[in-house]
């Protein structure tokens, strides 16, 4: 009789969890029409509105484990999908679920971080030293060829305090619908020191993939300080690898780790300046 008991209550915690699950979901915006078994549908008119075809440069951003990372919600990516089982410094490789020819042009939804813990970074200017690196002539070349000191043979002489690097928040998240991204993915987080400005971007990354944003809506059932949630598609990152990078120059600076508390998207956002990234 007690086994019969446990049983039950084993079943009716599972169901409450299942129910709890599907709940936080549909919680993410009324706009979702439906987020379905893998998180990935929504409104096609997006699709029709920033068609491939307007593409024609990629955003230089790096990504840390508070968007993509195993186990986490959304998307409860396995380690095998996003390299977190062959990570290392300097690894650019794309990540296998972002390459995967049954997910190109897949929409999904990627949280970002809370405030003072962000998950998408934009680097505004390239260093003197990147570009002295080599093997090119171009920083943002040696930085994704992970040459001398930008990760090749795991030297990271030129990852620390790299300034310009700008965590981003809910308007900042918001100036980038429309636009591809490019980026750089790293296993842990991405630390930020203010006053001034820079970046510690040591520390074993999972790859590169390449989205477009598609929309940014607030998170309802995060915490207090949960950054929005980004509806973006998946692109083929070796097109994407091609087309011209540019810096997010003017990617609003958060005063200090905890002002502004950014993280509802306004209505009205300035463009962004986008400038070619050397």
């Known amino acids: 009789m007690r086994q019969i008991k446990i049983?039950?209550?084993?079943?009716?915690?599972?169901?409450?969890?299942?129910?709890?699950?599907?709940?936080?979901?549909?919680?993410?915006?009324?706009?979702?029409?439906?987020?379905g078994d893998d998180n990935a549908l929504y409104n096609e008119e997006i699709n029709k509105q920033y068609s491939k075809s307007e593409t024609s440069e990629a955003v230089f951003l790096l990504i840390d484990e508070e968007s993509i990372d195993n186990g986490n919600e959304p998307n409860y990516f396995k380690d095998s999908e996003i390299n977190d089982d062959i990570s290392e410094v300097g690894l650019r490789k794309i990540l296998p679920y972002f390459n995967s020819k049954s997910n190109k042009g897949k929409q999904i939804v990627l949280y970002t971080g809370q405030v003072g813990d962000e998950g998408w970074f934009a680097p505004t200017y390239i260093p003197s030293s990147w570009s002295n690196a080599g093997p090119g002539s171009e920083g943002s070349f040696n930085y994704f060829m992970a040459g001398p000191g930008l990760g090749h043979d795991s030297t990271e002489d030129?990852?620390?305090?790299?300034?310009?690097?700008?965590?981003?928040?809910?308007?900042?998240?918001?100036?980038?619908?429309?636009?591809?991204?490019?980026?750089?993915?790293y296993d842990s987080d991405i630390s930020i020191n203010y006053s001034p400005l820079n970046a510690n971007l040591k520390g074993e990354n999972l790859g590169v993939v390449a989205l477009t944003v598609l929309d940014v809506?607030?998170?309802?059932?995060?915490?207090?300080?949960?950054?929005?949630?980004?509806?973006?598609?998946?692109?083929?990152?070796?097109?994407?690898?091609?087309?011209?990078?540019?810096?997010?120059?003017n990617a609003p600076i958060p005063s200090s780790s905890s002002e502004p508390m950014d993280i509802i998207p306004p209505i009205n956002v300035p463009s962004p300046k986008l400038v070619t990234a050397w």
């Open 217 to 249: 809506i607030e998170r309802k059932n995060g915490s207090s300080s949960s950054l929005p949630a980004v509806i973006v598609r998946i692109e083929d990152a070796s097109l994407v690898a091609t087309y011209p990078l540019v810096l997010f120059s």
């Open 158 to 185: 030129y990852l620390d305090k790299v300034p310009g690097v700008v965590p981003l928040r809910a308007t900042g998240l918001k100036m980038l619908i429309g636009k591809t991204v490019y980026a750089v993915v």
């Open 7 to 35: 049983n039950k209550l084993l079943s009716f915690l599972s169901v409450m969890m299942v129910s709890f699950s599907f709940n936080a979901c549909t919680l993410i915006d009324d706009k979702m029409d439906t987020l």
